[in-house]
């Protein structure tokens, strides 16, 4: 499975969850650690793990297993697929990390794309 297309089933998984402002930034060309970075918010603690769960088993549906979770029961939950990261938080802790300002430099792709299927 190519990355973008990991891109566009977590982008899926969490949309079908009622995940909040999901966001895609490619990173390919500033750092070695990822090639993009998928960004959303959920409502409460439940639905961030509710949000990581979904991706998670969509992905391993299309045979795609995360390198490493981190944070599986905490307010900000990290799925490693190697090239591509995907962060769900709660409101309050993505306010407070702000990733999409640390890595301002990657380029913003538009996940209305992904969600038009």
């Given amino acids: 499975m190519e990355n973008i297309d990991i891109v566009k089933t977590a ?3 969490i949309d079908s969850k009622k ?3 999901i966001e895609v930034i490619g990173i390919e060309d500033l750092t070695i ?3 993009y970075f998928v960004i959303a918010t959920g409502t409460s603690t439940t639905q961030v793990k509710a949000l990581a769960d979904e991706v998670e088993y969509k992905l391993s549906l299309e045979g795609v297993e ?3 979770i981190e944070g599986r029961n905490t307010p900000w939950v990290c799925l490693d697929y190697n090239s591509v990261v995907v962060h769900i938080f709660y409101k309050d802790q ?3 990390y702000r990733l999409e300002r640390l890595w301002e430099d990657g380029k913003k792709i538009d996940t209305a ?3 038009e299927d």
């Fill in 11 to 13: 982008v899926k998984a």
């Fill in 19 to 21: 995940g909040e402002n």
């Fill in 33 to 35: 650690i990822a090639d």
């Fill in 66 to 68: 995360p390198h490493h």
């Fill in 94 to 96: 993505r306010d407070f």
């Fill in 113 to 115: 794309n992904f969600l």
